[in-house]
């Protein structure tokens, strides 16, 4: 069973780097896209961004500039940096899977496991 | 970006009875290969979202079959035959077709 567990601070002072782990376990970071959503309060989803191991990567660009994610294949882990952070970054935090779609004839990735999500805070 | 809406915003049901949730987008889904690139996503009280559908009609595993979905191009429908207690919480709808991925505002769903 393919798991996803989100951690990081839970508290950050604005203008400084918010550094965010996601652990995959029962599936390697090898294989697929793996990505990042967050939820501000009372908001819905949005995306952040996405990698995959040949380095193709896809941020929103509202973000762009001061977002990256990133593969550690050793600890079959996945990261998020994001700098500057204001008030406006807090929000929960989810790490997702995008699985290659295997039984249709076309390339497409959905997001089928998530992880659990984590809250920050962003605030002095 | 691509905008995507939803109606209602918010959805009371009663146990037993159907359900539909509309989900409109600023711009066509559909690609020359005949695929709709919508998936929808039902996030429960205090869970992180689940997949129910991709590609438009791509049943995920374990999504019982009183959820249907229909539609194509920019106008999608999610459909539930008899909602249970179990189905509360709020249903997204996010396009794949263009970068970045956009979802719905969502709709919750709660028992009356």
């Known amino acids: 069973q393919v798991q996803l567990q989100e951690s990081g601070p839970g508290l950050v002072k604005p203008s400084e780097t918010l550094t965010l782990t996601c652990t995959v376990s029962?599936?390697?970071?090898?294989?697929?896209?793996w990505s990042w959503f967050w939820q501000p309060p009372g908001k819905g989803l949005e995306f952040i961004g996405y990698?995959?191991?040949?380095?193709?990567?896809s941020y929103n660009p509202s973000l762009m500039s001061r977002v990256t994610v990133s593969l550690d294949t050793s600890k079959n882990q996945f990261s998020l940096t994001l700098t500057s952070v204001t008030a406006a970054d807090t929000a929960v935090y989810y790490c997702?899977?995008?699985?290659?779609?295997?039984?249709?004839?076309?390339?497409?990735?959905?997001?089928?496991?998530w992880g659990r999500g984590i809250t920050v805070t962003v605030s002095s | 970006d691509i905008v995507m809406t939803q109606s209602p915003l918010f959805l009371p049901v009663t146990p037993g009875e159907p359900a539909s949730i509309s989900c409109r987008s600023s711009?066509?889904?559909?690609?020359?290969?005949?695929?709709?690139?919508l998936d929808w996503y039902l996030q429960k009280p205090g869970q992180s979202p689940q997949l129910l559908f991709y590609?438009?009609?791509h049943r995920a595993s374990g999504v019982p079959d009183r959820f249907s979905v229909s539609g194509s191009g920019t106008d999608f429908t999610l459909k539930i035959s008899r909602v249970e207690a179990e189905d509360v919480g709020v249903y997204y709808c996010?396009?794949?077709?263009?970068?970045?991925?956009?979802f719905g505002p969502g709709t919750k769903v709660e028992i009356k």
């Open positions: 590609l438009g009609s």
């Open positions: 711009q066509s889904l559909l690609r020359s290969s005949g695929y709709n690139y």
């Open positions: 997702a899977r995008l699985l290659r779609a295997t039984e249709v004839p076309i390339l497409y990735h959905f997001l089928d496991v």
């Open positions: 996010m396009q794949a077709q263009q970068a970045p991925r956009t």
């Open positions: 029962g599936a390697s970071v090898f294989d697929n896209y």
């Open positions: 990698i995959n191991l040949s380095g193709h990567s």
